[in-house]
């Protein structure tokens, strides 16, 4: 398999991932916890998923980070919100969804 095969491959499966885990998060079987500028989510078999925010201009919150970790705190998968619009247009509007459930059904600690 080519190398960019590969990674469409791998960008496919996220992207099915991040839509699961949207549905999921929506559904009330994902919880999701809001500290400072992250919002956080353990998943089972300790997989950690992560948004890092800011404050935009108008007062509300935005994404500029998104990651997946597997159990041991490897990172599997990143995307910033401006890599995720230039380079990964397929994956923008996924993370922007997730985050929005996610920030929208989050608890504040």
């Known amino acids: 398999m080519s190398e960019n ?8 499966t996220t992207l099915d991932f ?3 885990l949207t549905s999921a998060t929506s559904d009330g079987r994902v ?3 809001h500290r ?7 998943l089972a078999g300790s997989t950690l998923v992560q948004f890092v925010t800011s404050v935009i201009e108008n007062g509300s919150e ?3 980070l998104f990651t997946i970790c597997d159990s041991q ?3 599997i ?3 910033t919100w401006l890599t995720a619009r230039n380079g990964l247009p397929a994956a ?8 929005h459930a996610a920030s929208t059904l989050s608890r504040v600690n």
């Open 77 to 79: 998968y990143r995307a």
């Open 18 to 20: 991040v839509n699961w």
């Open 62 to 64: 935005q994404w500029r």
């Open 36 to 42: 400072s500028n992250l919002i956080t989510a353990t």
């Open 31 to 33: 919880l999701w916890e």
């Open 92 to 99: 923008a509007p996924r993370i922007d969804a997730l985050f």
């Open 5 to 12: 095969a590969e990674h469409f491959s791998e960008e496919v």
């Open 73 to 75: 705190g490897e990172e």
